[in-house]
């Protein structure tokens, strides 16, 4: 990933940063804080990884249906989303390369699709689920956060909140989608991060002023979203194929079951988790 498939897909797309630009910069593919070239990239590598490792152990039951295996603590994973926030006020104010008032309408742009997106997060999930679940709305703000990074310095506010709210929605459905087709991400990071950086990716196209005919940027920009997700998918299934035949990719299921707190490290992390296995 760091030495190969983030560095060639990032010359593509950011080579002017350095030298020259890269093939689809020169076709007018944008993407100012890497909603596809950061956050699709690593979304499509995880679906790789996920479909070769296989769903955890108790996540199907023999029918099908899916079982919830909830994280230990809610209050680190809102703590960490929160960190996350006000971090990527930086992450993407920091793609200007300028101290100048650009960097305003990012960070505002940033923290209203952060805000939009789980809002819309929360009220999806109270309607797919009868509760306003806050694993959702968790990832909803991740997924604002995700989808604006592309287009955070050309969007207005009223845009950026709209490309926010759509992520909340949008995230959810998906996560519940690949739950479905026994796709199991345990922390939703495909939705998140490929599905919803995609979206962002698009939007931007929808942004794009200067063009008399606004056809022309949604076409780039979806050709810019399928290159990243055949280039990101390809080889980072071939990677874990790779590791998988070789020196293997999953412990057993006994170690599994076990927990690797207790197979690596003699001790047991969280002694009241237990696996819904039926």
């Not at 505002?108 to 819309?120: H, M, Q, Y």
């Not at 509760?131 to 990074?149: E, H, M, Q, R, Y």
């Not at 490929?194 to 990716?201: F, H, I, K, L, M």
């Not at 071939?238 to 412990?251: D, E, M, P, S």
Request: charged share 10%; net charge neutral; proline share 4%.
């Amino acid at each position: 990933m760091a030495g190969f498939l983030y560095p060639v897909f990032g010359s593509w797309v950011w080579g002017g940063l350095y030298r020259g630009s890269g093939w689809l910069e020169k076709l007018g593919f944008s993407d100012f804080a890497g909603s596809t070239l950061i956050h699709s990239l690593g979304g499509w590598a995880a679906l790789a990884g996920v479909m070769v490792v296989g769903p955890r152990l108790g996540k199907y039951n023999r029918d099908g249906k899916p079982n919830v295996i909830p994280g230990h603590n809610l209050l680190l994973a809102a703590s960490g989303v929160f960190l996350l926030w006000f971090c990527w006020i930086g992450l993407n104010g920091g793609n200007t390369g300028l101290g100048n008032h650009t960097v305003a309408l990012i960070a505002v742009n940033t923290i209203l699709a952060g805000a939009s997106g789980g809002i819309t997060a929360m009220v999806a999930s109270l309607v797919t689920c009868k509760k306003p679940d806050v694993v959702f709305t968790l990832n909803g703000i991740l997924a604002g956060l995700v989808a604006i990074s592309a287009g955070c310095a050309d969007a207005v506010p009223s845009e950026g909140v709209v490309i926010g709210a759509i992520s909340g929605i949008l995230v959810v459905i998906s996560i519940l989608f690949f739950e479905k087709i026994k796709i199991d991400d345990p922390v939703g990071a495909i939705s998140v991060h490929g599905v919803c950086g995609a979206w962002g990716t698009l939007a931007m196209g929808f942004l794009l002023r200067e063009e008399p005919l606004v056809l022309k940027p949604i076409l780039i920009q979806l050709l810019g979203i399928g290159v990243c997700f055949g280039w990101s998918f390809s080889g980072s299934y071939l990677a874990f194929k790779f590791i998988h035949k070789t020196i293997g990719l999953r412990v057993s299921p006994q170690e599994e079951s076990q927990g690797l707190d207790y197979t690596e490290h003699g001790t047991q992390a969280y002694t009241e988790f237990r696996l819904p296995i039926s």
